[in-house]
């Protein structure tokens, strides 16, 4: 058992690392606190608009189509540990501005769109920079533990969060939570400076050689990483918006106030911390059927969370739901991140955000629209299907391109048999 345990752990033996996830803990424990208190707003100022909810999502994930591969570029070029207390002192500054407009009580709309948008330009540079900056933080053998790692920390704050939101908005309001948030942007500033940058696992980089368009003909040469690109495509754009599908599921449909709100949310993300710890035992890049197999879950679970009848059947698939879907993005990221050569890895993992997180504008305004029309079931319906369908397709080529594999593999195998008996056309004398 304690064998077993340093193993899930073992990445955490590695000093600039265990101070990262530190410090993330807090940072992304306020980020969650963040997004319960601004759709919480949101809702109370618009009265429970899908629409205005799906907005907001929208200008925060807006910048990722237009700036994350240029994010990437930066990875690749400058040094990741340095951009990212740059970005998160920014994201800092303007979580305060907002924090500041709440406690005066003069919040608007158009206030809570410009901050999404704000936010979202930083991250189109902080994500792929901070996913890419693990390997440098752990080097390739403990990148697989490690970015379970990250995934399981993430959804420990995303229990953690949303809990503690919900609790604090119904005895304080809004302001204070945003005011948290603002503060824990410097726990991440701190442990970056603490860090030793000798012990980084760097990259030679050549400014002349990290150029975006490189990274998209490496993707080009490398179906094994195209594929999962595509099947991310379609599941994130219909399937994973949770931060609109569940507020508009526990207000209108089950009538919830802001405390079990958080406990929905919490439901959620319990079931991706569970996912997260499971994906500590992989050692290696996992196979295509893996990540499709898992799409395939997440689809189904997602569309029978849609129509659970009482609230408790909610949480209970809400935890499968966010299982499966840990489970997909940990197993798509590992495949992508695993194949790609370390010299391309900022731009590779920046489209994987911007497809991941980019198509999340278009995404949030289909299905706030769509829940907005049809009933807050209907988003997580609509999403669940179309990822079953999605995933069914990628399934059904992977076996077409293993039974091609096996044919042509029979039919290299019977040439030699039916030329070794004659020695072949070019056999010695």
């Known amino acids: ?94 979580a305060l501005g907002l924090a500041s407009l709440v406690l005066a009580g003069a919040p608007e709309l158009w206030h809570l769109y410009s901050f999404a948008l704000c936010l979202g330009i930083v991250n189109a540079v902080e994500v792929p920079t901070r996913m890419s900056f693990v390997s440098e933080m752990v080097g390739p053998d403990l990148l697989p533990n490690a970015s379970a790692l990250s995934a399981a920390y993430f959804n420990v704050t995303r229990v953690l969060g949303p809990a503690m939101a919900g609790a604090l908005i119904a005895a304080f309001g809004t302001g204070p939570v945003m005011v948290l948030n603002a503060v824990s942007y410097l726990a991440t500033v701190v442990v970056l400076r603490m860090m030793r940058a000798d012990e980084l696992h760097r990259v030679r980089r050549d400014p002349a050689r990290t150029r975006i368009i490189d990274g998209l003909h490496y993707i080009r040469s490398r179906p094994d990483l195209a594929q999962p690109l595509v099947l991310v495509a379609f599941v994130a754009l219909f399937g994973l918006n949770f931060q609109l599908t569940l507020p508009l599921l526990a207000k209108t449909v089950f009538h919830a106030d802001a405390a079990s709100f958080g406990l929905l949310t919490t439901a959620f993300a319990a079931g ?103 009933g807050a079931r209907s988003g997580l319906c609509m999403g669940g299907l179309v990822s079953l369908v999605v995933a069914l397709c990628a399934l059904a080529l992977d076996r077409s391109r293993s039974r091609s594999e096996e044919r042509r593999t029979a039919r290299t195998s019977g040439e030699g048999a039916e030329a070794s008996p004659h020695g072949g056309l070019h056999a010695p004398p």
């Open 1 to 94: 058992m304690q064998k077993r345990r340093a193993g899930t752990f073992r990445s955490l033996s590695v000093r600039n690392f265990r101070l990262f996830a530190a410090g993330q803990v807090v940072s992304v424990a306020g980020t969650w606190m963040m997004v319960v208190a601004q759709d919480w707003l949101v809702l109370s100022l618009t009265g429970d608009s899908g629409t205005a909810l799906g907005a907001v999502t929208a200008f925060q994930f807006a910048p990722m189509l237009l700036l994350t591969l240029y994010g990437g570029r930066l990875a690749d070029r400058y040094d990741k540990r340095r951009l990212l207390i740059v970005c998160n002192l920014v994201s800092g500054g303007y």
């Open 272 to 374: 991706s911390l569970l996912a997260a710890f499971a994906g500590t035992a992989r050692e290696g890049r996992p196979s295509s059927r893996t990540t499709t197999g898992s799409a395939l879950a997440l689809g189904a679970l997602e569309a029978a969370a849609g129509w659970a009848p009482t609230y408790a059947s909610a949480v209970v698939l809400l935890v499968l739901t966010g299982f499966a879907s840990t489970y997909f993005a940990q197993a798509a990221n590992h495949r992508i991140q695993l194949g790609s050569a370390l010299e391309y890895r900022g731009r590779i993992l920046a489209l994987y955000t911007l497809i991941m997180q980019g198509s999340t504008p278009l995404g949030a305004l289909l299905v706030g629209w769509t829940a907005q029309h049809l």
